[in-house]
């Protein structure tokens, strides 16, 4: 959360989870980071998505996985930044790995769509697996969305380091790294990070 409200481009970070009563401890989280909090649904993502959107009245959405805990400020900008360069011409942009051979370690990115398509998505898709996962029908049907990434700069051009978060072996080597290379009041950079892997 503190790594993205870094980002430039945002207008407002919002913490979008489920209504869980095991989420509770979250909303404690969001009010000591400072940012907004949404509870929606817990596993159709699509309206929870959605609905924080339309509460907010974002015009462009930027997702932000949250398994993804190195998320770099700068990264995110230079999505946002694309997509609104060529808003005539893209539906959805992502700069996330591996996404239209970007060339990006897995962690680092995030995706941008306008709410226009989230409202068509969100009245349109109806499979459980699509609803559960927000950009998921977007990547699937590159001919019915105009799709769009940017190459990743080349000094961490690293696309098989792996920074997300989805297994207790990856908590473990987050928890590794983030003891070595965390300084306070700092962000890691992606620079130290491929130093520390290597």
């Given at each position: 959360l503190e790594?993205?409200?870094?980002?430039?481009?945002?207008?407002?970070?919002v913490l979008a989870i489920p209504t869980?009563?095991?989420?509770?401890?979250?909303?404690?989280?969001?009010?000591?980071?400072?940012?907004?909090?949404?509870?929606?649904?817990?596993?159709?993502?699509?309206?929870?998505?959605?609905?924080?959107?339309?509460?907010?009245?974002?015009?462009?959405v930027c997702r932000i996985p949250a398994d993804n805990p190195l998320?770099?400020?700068?990264?995110?900008?230079r999505i946002i930044n694309h997509f609104l360069e060529n808003f005539e011409t893209l539906d959805f942009a992502s700069n996330i790995c591996s996404f239209l051979d970007n060339e990006y370690p897995d962690g680092l990115g995030a995706e941008v769509f306008s709410f226009k398509m989230m409202d068509w998505v969100h009245k349109n898709v109806h499979d459980a697996r699509d609803r559960e996962h927000v950009?998921?029908?977007?990547?699937?049907?590159?001919?019915?969305?105009?799709?769009?990434?940017?190459?990743?700069?080349?000094?961490?051009?690293?696309?098989?380091?792996?920074l997300?978060?989805?297994?207790?072996?990856?908590?473990?080597?987050?928890s590794r790294l983030f003891n070595d290379l965390s300084k306070p009041g700092q962000f890691i950079h992606i620079k130290d990070i491929i130093e520390w892997y290597d």
């Open positions: 790594r993205a409200k870094a980002a430039k481009l945002l207008d407002v970070v869980n009563k095991e989420d509770d401890v979250l909303v404690e989280l969001g009010k000591t980071v400072g940012v907004e909090v949404f509870r929606g649904h817990p596993t159709d993502l699509v309206d929870r998505y959605y609905q924080a959107a339309k509460q907010y009245g974002a015009d462009v998320i770099h400020p700068s990264e995110i900008d950009t998921t029908y977007f990547r699937e049907h590159p001919e019915k969305f105009r799709l769009g990434t940017v190459k990743c700069p080349p000094e961490f051009r690293r696309p098989e380091i792996v997300d978060i989805n297994t207790q072996k990856h908590y473990d080597y987050m």
